[in-house]
Nanobody, 123 residues
């Protein structure tokens, strides 16, 4: 399984970005997927996840209401729409494929990781 994250960049506070995560054809369509992020000097943290069906979505409290996760199973692609960005959202964002159909918040819930895309929010 290969994951390719893209869409990061530099944006001013209050702006928006849309991240994409394209999975190789070998990615199981029966697995959940998720987004994590890691700021310099900090541990990787959960951002959002979506189940294989799209019916179960979880957000971290600090992005709830600002970020929207979605997936296009036919295209094997997951998205993260990020609005009202804040400087504290600055991090490398990683996408991942979960071990099971429902994707949780823990790092160990995920079996495969992409290479990450940098998001920088200026104040």
């Amino acid at each position: 399984v290969q994951l390719q994250a893209s869409g990061g960049g530099l944006v001013q506070a209050g702006g928006s970005l849309r991240l994409s995560c394209a999975a190789s054809r070998r990615t199981s369509s029966n697995n959940g997927m998720g987004w994590f992020r890691q700021a310099p000097g900090k541990e990787r943290e959960f951002v959002a996840s979506v189940s294989w069906s799209g019916g179960s979505i979880i957000y971290a409290d600090n992005v709830q209401g600002r970020f929207t996760i979605s997936r296009d199973k036919a295209a094997s692609t997951m998205y993260l729409q990020m609005n009202s960005l804040k400087p504290e959202d600055t991090a490398v964002y990683y996408c991942a494929v979960a071990r099971r159909a429902v994707a949780g918040r823990g790092l160990t819930d995920y079996a495969c990781w992409g290479q990450g895309t940098q998001v920088t929010v200026s104040s």
